[in-house]
Each structure stands twice: as structure tokens, then as C-alpha cells.
């Protein structure tokens, strides 16, 4: 299950789009989280979004999100749903968020917590404070979207929000393609928490299909990458 979880990434990687696909309002996204968002190191949650001009990096892959879609990276390692608004983390978010909703981008935010939670609490504790989260963001006139696992899937479900069940594909594909595929995704041999730069492409594919199917068509400025997707819908690896 460790090597599961270590298998999540939200690195996108693109070939090509359309422009009759660009939705008619200009989108922006602010990711909250820990480690497994945060930027600093090639993760399982960190998107390759737009060309990452906000981020504080940059990485030397595509993007899958259309040219011109700010991407800010608010994540902080270590952090647990508690210690991000305790430490200051979350007001950084939440002025991201208000920054991009004042210049009348769609502002969508995603949350992703959980590794560092379930070290020392129940999860009603992380639920408890990721709904309160979500309910800031809206109030704020963003969008949350909520990746994973069961205590995120119950927030959604109470919360109405976007859910992408990351986590239940990714134990299928990974099933799918074997353990020793899997583990070659690793960031490090030991290291069953994040993902080398193969494994965020992957798993950063898989995310961006996971949103393209949570919303209408055209909605998302998300570039469609056919071969990486039949890969992973027909659990073949990759690397």
C-alpha cells in the first residue's frame, strides 16, 4: 500500500491542443498541501501546470494545461491540515486565491493533504479541517477539488465539491502494470512517498485525465496527451 500511495503524482505532460478547446473564462489554479505538493522536489502531487511562470521553479517538461494558465504553488513540507494554518501557510493560499479571483480568472484549488495527518491524528481530525478549508475557499469565490482518499472522498461527498479518486486508480493501474514497473517510479529505491520524473509524468497524466473527466468538455484548459492516456487506461508502463 506504501508503494501505492508513493505512486500518486500530479505532474502533466502534453503533445498537443486544439484552440476551439480553451474555455472562454481565463483559469488559474493555487495548490494547497504538504510535501507530496509542495514544490522542491520531484513529487507525487505537484502538477506540471501551464509553463509554471508562478511557480518557483521551472522543470524541463511540457505542460498540460494551454500557455498563459498561472499555477501557484502555496504546498509546504511536513505539513499536516493543522500545521499549514497554524504556521501561516494557509493565509499565503488564501491571498493567492484572492489575488487570481480579483482579476476575474476561474480560480480552481486543490487540496492534498493526508501522509503527514495520519501520522498523528484520525482522520475525522484531517476531515474536520479540510472542510473548513473548503468552505473558506468557496467563500472566497474559488473552486475546491479534493484528489484523495476515503476521508477527502467523504469531505466531497458532504461538501459538494470536485472529486478525483487518484487514489483508487492509481492502485489499479499500478496493479496493472507490476511491482517492479511501479517501483521504477520511485524518486528513490527506498523512497515509497514520491515519485522520480517518470512517475510524475505518469501520474501527473492520470490527474489531468481524472479532472478533463470531472468536468464538461472544454471546461478545463488541459492539453490531451492520447498515447501516455492509453497507457495508463490499458495499464501498459511506460518506463
Known amino acids: 500500500m506504501a508503494v501505492i500511495f508513493g505512486l500518486l503524482a500530479w505532474f502533466f505532460v502534453s503533445v498537443a491542443a486544439s484552440k476551439d478547446r480553451r474555455p472562454s473564462v481565463p483559469t488559474s489554479f493555487v495548490l494547497i498541501g504538504d510535501s507530496t505538493t509542495a514544490n522542491g522536489q520531484v513529487n507525487y ?3 506540471r501546470l ?4 508562478l511557480w518557483f521553479h521551472r522543470n524541463i517538461h511540457a ?3 494551454e500557455p498563459d494558465t498561472p499555477c501557484i504553488n502555496t504546498a509546504h513540507n511536513g505539513a499536516t491540515t493543522g500545521t499549514f494554518v497554524a504556521n501561516g501557510f494557509w493565509n499565503i493560499s ?7 479571483v480579483a482579476k476575474g ?3 480552481f484549488a486543490t487540496i492534498q493533504f493526508g501522509h503527514n495527518d495520519m501520522k498523528i491524528a484520525p482522520p475525522a481530525s484531517m476531515g474536520a479541517n479540510m472542510t473548513i478549508m473548503v468552505q473558506e475557499i468557496r467563500a472566497l469565490g474559488a473552486e475546491p477539488i479534493l484528489p484523495w482518499a476515503d476521508e477527502a472522498i467523504l469531505v466531497a ?3 459538494g465539491t470536485h472529486l478525483l479518486d487518484l487514489h483508487a486508480a492509481s492502485i489499479a493501474y499500478c496493479e496493472a502494470i507490476g511491482e517492479d514497473a511501479s517501483h521504477r517510479l520511485n524518486r528513490l529505491e527506498d523512497d515509497n512517498t514520491h515519485l522520480n520524473v517518470n512517475g510524475t509524468i505518469v ?6 485525465d481524472l479532472m478533463e473527466a470531472s468536468f ?4 478545463l484548459p488541459i492539453i490531451a496527451n492520447p498515447g501516455l492516456t492509453f497507457n495508463i487506461t490499458h495499464g501498459i508502463a511506460s518506463y
Do not use: H, K, N
Open 45 to 47: 502531487f505537484s502538477w
Open 50 to 53: 501551464g509553463e509554471r511562470i
Open 63 to 65: 505542460s498540460s494545461l
Open 94 to 100: 488564501v491571498a493567492a486565491i484572492q489575488a487570481e
Open 105 to 107: 480568472r476561474r480560480t
Open 157 to 159: 461527498q458532504e461538501q
Open 203 to 208: 501520474f501527473g497524466r492520470m490527474v489531468a
Open 216 to 219: 464538461p468538455p472544454g471546461d
